[in-house]
């Protein structure tokens, strides 16, 4: 299952612009829902990327370049195309010291 994780409404419609193959858009990620196989796209916190890999989910992080003026506002699907929106996946891994 493809999940797309994101309360931002400009964030879900620059998914559905760019033709992601999603299978569930959530607000929140509830660890429990997620399987072996799965596929998580957000901005997790790193140590929720974390759980998500040791899953055995893959992660996906959207990533833009924002600049500082853009910071803390909402953005469209055209500032995320503006700001070149990209994915880009991830394994995290805890280094316990």
């Known amino acids: 299952m493809k ?3 994101s309360r931002h409404t400009g964030a879900k ?3 559905k612009l760019n033709k ?11 660890l429990n829902a997620i399987n072996k ?8 916190p790193i140590h929720l990327a974390e759980q998500v890999c040791s899953l055995g989910a893959r992660y996906l992080h959207l990533s833009l370049n924002l600049p500082l003026n853009k910071r803390g506002t909402e953005l469209t699907a055209q500032d995320m195309i503006d700001c070149r929106a990209q994915l880009t996946e991830y ?5 316990d010291a």
């Open 37 to 44: 196989g799965d596929t998580i796209i957000g901005t997790l």
């Open 13 to 15: 419609e620059w998914a």
């Open 3 to 5: 999940w797309f994780v």
């Open 91 to 95: 394994q995290v891994v805890r280094i």
């Open 20 to 30: 992601l193959d999603i299978d569930v858009f959530v607000d929140h990620l509830e």
